[in-house]
């Protein structure tokens, strides 16, 4: 049973946007990458985990503290008798272990995945135990990248390679495993202790003066240049979608990107650009709850 499903993170929406209305740095531009990267790669490694047919409950990121220390834990399953946890790696390329320190050919040192997962093992044990849960933790690093390779790997049972993701399910699926009231009950404390803004956000400096107005393409990130009476067909990519889905997705863009901002319907047709005003003030009556009158008026999500 899912019991939190994968989301876009807060981060990565604003990300998005500004990528899209505004020429980044490239250390922003390279952050905004890695963000993208690592969420197609924990999407790819969903679509394993919902083969799964296995009694258990599954949360995805999972934004928790422990000894005032945050730590993230990208998939996490309950079962009968273990809790299972995932940090999953979206790598591409030859990497290769010298000397215990990981690198990317030919000689980029990074980061040892595995000293980040005992890290995040070691704070969740501590934080299942506080909780008085006997359960024993398994945590794993899934490579999900099928051009990912990796020589002189450690023996090291936490590995989850690309060709080896099917057999862990597998594994998983004969387990017997029967969920109760115990391991429920430990899914909603874990939801209830979720953070959901990550306190590590690593965002750019940005104005709305600044920013470039108009409808963005949902599919390919351009901005839409023509619009019909109901509808609107992206001239990069040919998606087409009902124009009133856009100005919604624009709406929530520009609630992302500027929460303490009131959604009026000046602000969002100068946000909108190409749509008629009076069609603005009609979805905003639709779609929202107004309050106030005449030019004090503002709207609010029903």
């Known amino acids: ?10 981060e990565l929406l604003i990300f998005e946007s500004l990528n899209s209305r505004m020429n ?3 250390k922003y531009v390279q952050h905004y990458t890695n963000l993208k990267k690592g969420y197609e790669g924990e999407v790819l490694f969903d679509s394993y985990i919902e083969k799964l047919q296995c009694n258990c409950l599954i949360l995805h990121d999972l934004l928790l503290e422990k000894n005032n220390t945050v730590f993230q834990i990208d998939s996490l399953m309950i079962s009968q008798d273990r809790i299972y946890f995932y940090e999953v790696k979206n790598y591409e390329g030859n990497y290769f272990y010298e000397s215990g320190k990981l690198f990317k050919k030919p000689n980029l040192e990074i980061m040892d995945p595995l000293i980040q997962l005992k890290r995040s093992e070691s704070l969740l044990r501590q934080l299942i135990h506080s909780l008085d849960i006997h359960l024993q933790i ?3 690093i899934v490579f999900v990248n099928p051009a990912f390779t990796l020589y002189q790997a450690p023996d090291n049972k936490s590995l989850i390679f690309p060709t080896q993701i099917k057999n862990h399910i597998h594994r998983l699926n004969t387990a017997p495993s ?3 009231e115990r391991h429920r009950k ?5 939801l209830s202790m979720h953070i959901s803004d990550s306190p590590e956000n690593k965002l750019p400096n940005y104005h709305y003066d600044k920013l470039q107005k108009g409808l963005i393409c949902p599919n390919c990130r351009a901005f839409i240049e023509t619009i019909g009476k109901r509808k609107y067909v992206c001239t990069l990519c040919n998606h087409e979608d009902l124009l009133d889905n856009a100005v919604l997705d624009s709406i929530k863009e520009f609630s992302i990107l ?6 009026t319907t000046k602000i969002i047709y100068d946000w909108c650009r190409i749509v008629p005003e009076r ?3 009609n979805i905003l009556l639709k779609h929202f709850t107004k309050v106030g009158h005449h030019r004090w008026s503002y709207y609010i999500y029903k």
């Not at 049973?1 to 807060?10: A, F, G, Q, T, V």
């Not at 500027?258 to 959604?263: V, W």
């Open 186 to 190: 430990l899914a909603k404390r874990l």
């Open 279 to 281: 069609r603005i003030r």
């Open 24 to 26: 980044l740095e490239q």
């Open 258 to 263: 500027f929460p303490d901002e009131k959604i």
């Open 138 to 140: 398994e945590p794993f």
């Open 178 to 180: 029967k969920i109760e």
């Open 1 to 10: 049973m899912l019991c939190k499903p994968r989301i876009k993170s807060k």
